[in-house]
T-cell receptor, first 116, second 111 residues
Framework: DAGVIQSPRHEVTEMGQEVTLRCKPISGHDYLFWYRQTMMRGLELLIYFNNNVPIDDSGMPEDRFSAKMPNASFSTLKIQPSEPRDSAVYFC??????????????FGSGTRLTVV | SQKIEQNSEALNIQEGKTATLTCNYTNYSPAYLQWYRQDPGRGPVFLLLIRENEKEKRKERLKVTFDTTLKQSLFHITASQPADSATYLCAPNTGGFKTIFGAGTRLFVKA
């Protein structure tokens, strides 16, 4: 498997523009997570899905952020309108729950977002 | 509120020695706890997961302990190598599959 695939790797956009980040989880994983990482706040959980259904979106900072998972192999995180304080590295991760319980997450390489 | 504390200062050790990293958590009882490694410019990489009914877990040169009474996990790297230099993140779950990450401890192993 190619692992968790995120695109784009880098995104530079102007304030006010819409930004869409994409993620393809590992096949067979039924959990998908979106995290954001900054120097000041570290890794923050934004939202996670189980079997394509959003389970907890309490970490989504504002209504400007939205996430979807239309099928088991694709998810998007959208910011509209974007602001400079949204600049961060956004990670997608996937995992599964097996017979022995929980297993570790596999992270993608991240999308470095810069809003100017 | 739920809180995770890791050694805030960087840890510098000599090659061949054992590195020990600490993770303390407060105000909740995780069912399991994970440790990750993160290199600059890359995503975290999963290392080990330990469940609340396990006291210790090993994988090659890595060892993790989980003391639910002390609310603490220790992460050990034995016979450390310069290639072990990275940031190590502790991640206890907060309920179900939800996990929050500590700020991480930077480890430097000198040759």
């Amino acid at each position: 498997d190619a692992g968790v695939i995120q695109s784009p790797r880098h995104e530079v956009t102007e304030m006010g523009q819409e930004v869409t980040l994409r993620c393809k989880p590992i096949s067979g994983h039924d959990y998908l997570f979106w995290y954001r990482q900054t120097m000041m706040r570290g890794l923050e959980l934004l939202i996670y899905f189980n079997n394509n259904v959003p389970i907890d979106d309490s970490g989504m900072p504002e209504d400007r952020f939205s996430a979807k998972m239309p099928n088991a192999s694709f998810s998007t995180l959208k910011i509209q309108p974007s602001e400079p304080r949204d600049s961060a590295v956004y990670f997608c991760a996937s995992s599964y729950q097996g017979e022995l319980g929980y297993y570790g997450y596999t992270f993608g390489s991240g999308t470095r977002l810069t809003v100017v | 509120s739920q809180k995770i504390e890791q050694n805030s200062e960087a840890l510098n050790i000599q090659e061949g020695k054992t590195a020990t990293l600490t993770c303390n958590y407060t105000n909740y009882s995780p069912a399991y706890l994970q440790w990750y490694r993160q290199d600059p410019g890359r995503g975290p990489v999963f290392l080990l997961l330990i469940r609340e009914n396990e006291k210790e877990k090993r994988k090659e040169r890595l060892k993790v302990t989980f003391d639910t009474t002390l609310k603490q996990s220790l992460f050990h790297i034995t016979a450390s190598q310069p290639a072990d230099s990275a940031t190590y993140l502790c991640a206890p779950n907060t309920g179900g599959f939800k996990t929050i990450f500590g700020a991480g401890t930077r480890l430097f192993v000198k040759a």
